[in-house]
């Protein structure tokens, strides 16, 4: 969960957290665009951020334009960079009259609802969030984000030398604890007199907080565990820090983290935000709206670094350990055959 590092918020907390948007005065800016031509199927990509070095953000640019070449079609970005200029893509994007306007991140679920309601004939797509109320013009995809958790767990079950798994998460709640709990229990899975813990963030600015993130992976590793889930979005750096100092090891989610801390961080829980991209258009051309889809190893919306291709360049500590990713490769298999289920703490939220 990392976005400035990326901040991916599980459906319950979205619009709690959402900041209300600021009335914008400038246009749109439009980064990245084809061509249009009359009659062509159109799409239109909203990103929370400036894409620029972001590749779970790049994954979805990837996606609309993947989408707009298997159709024929054109596409835009809008690239936003802060409240006011999120809100003022989104009418850009809606005065447009794309065929589907894609928006990714929470930070949308307000807009959205405002506009599907005020222009129920445009099409929108959702990804890694969704409005509260539902819309028959809008469709959302979301990810089964504990499933490629228990996975990286797994991992650190196989690689403690301690035999000591922990987790730095963001808050004590079911949806927060997605990130955390099925760490600890794909640890135990493959050595179950594993010892696991969680550690919270908390404070009064938990997905921007590197210091107090730093301050709970210090007191695990102070306790022996040496290896750690780092759930605490922007935070993550300081997990990564904390575990370098002490010759210890994290893993990060949704991009590849390991170049921010070569030798530190082992793998990485991967969102496809493209495979969303391309499925969720599919879908909504298809006539199938207004609902939500979720996205696990099955649907390869989820994954790991090490099960991508490129893991060798990756930087990421699992390449040196090819027998661990057999294991966890036949460990992918049980869930995506059925034949292993992930419990999700948020299922009951």
């Known amino acids: 969960?990392?976005?400035?590092?990326?901040?991916?918020?599980?459906?319950?907390?979205?619009?709690?957290?959402?900041?209300?948007?600021?009335?914008?005065?400038?246009?749109?800016?439009?980064?990245?665009?084809?061509?249009?031509?009359?009659?062509?199927?159109?799409?239109?990509?909203?990103?929370?951020?400036?894409?620029?070095?972001?590749e779970f953000l790049k994954l979805a640019v990837t996606g609309v334009k993947a989408a707009a070449k298997a159709h024929s079609g054109t596409e835009k970005v809008f690239e936003s960079t802060d409240t006011a200029s999120q809100q003022q893509n989104v009418q850009a994007a809606v005065d447009a009259a794309p065929d589907i306007v894609v928006l990714v991140g929470f930070e949308f679920a307000d807009l959205v609802a405002q506009q599907a309601e005020a222009h129920p004939k445009q099409q929108f797509l959702m990804i890694d969030a969704c409005t509260t109320k539902a819309f028959d013009n809008v469709s959302c995809g979301v990810f089964r984000e504990h499933e490629g958790v228990f996975l990286a767990g797994a991992e650190a079950g196989l690689l403690t030398k301690s035999g000591k798994v922990g987790a730095v998460d963001v808050l004590d709640t079911p949806v927060f604890r997605r990130f955390s709990d099925p760490f600890?229990?794909?640890?135990?899975?493959?050595?179950?007199?594993?010892?696991?813990?969680?550690?919270?963030?908390?404070?009064?600015?938990?997905?921007?907080?590197?210091?107090?993130?730093?301050?709970?992976?210090?007191?695990?590793?102070?306790d022996g565990y040496d290896q750690l889930m780092a759930a605490a979005a922007a935070g993550n750096y300081g997990v990564f820090e904390a575990a370098k100092a002490k010759g210890a090891f994290a893993y990060g989610v949704d991009v590849n983290q390991c170049p921010s801390a070569p030798g530190t961080v082992v793998d990485n829980v991967i969102k496809r935000t493209d495979v969303a991209v391309?499925?969720?258009?599919?879908?909504?051309?298809?006539?199938?709206?207004?609902?939500?889809?979720?996205?696990?190893?099955?649907?390869?919306g989820i994954s790991l670094t090490g099960l991508e291709d490129g893991v060798a360049d990756s930087q990421c500590v699992i390449a040196k350990h090819a027998d661990v990713l057999k294991k966890v490769k036949a460990l992918r298999d049980q869930i995506v055959s059925g034949e292993l289920t992930v419990d999700d703490p948020a299922a009951a939220s």
């Open 1 to 54: 969960m990392t976005r400035r590092s990326r901040r991916s918020l599980p459906l319950v907390a979205m619009t709690a957290l959402l900041v209300a948007g600021a009335t914008a005065c400038n246009a749109a800016k439009d980064d990245a665009s084809s061509d249009s031509s009359a009659g062509a199927t159109s799409f239109t990509l909203v990103t929370p951020d400036a894409v620029g070095q972001n």
């Open 184 to 222: 600890a229990a794909g640890a135990q899975h493959v050595a179950p007199k594993t010892k696991t813990g969680t550690r919270f963030v908390g404070g009064q600015s938990p997905f921007d907080d590197s210091a107090r993130a730093k301050e709970q992976a210090n007191d695990l590793l102070s």
């Open 278 to 300: 391309e499925k969720g258009v599919e879908q909504v051309l298809g006539g199938q709206t207004g609902t939500t889809t979720s996205y696990g190893l099955k649907e390869g």
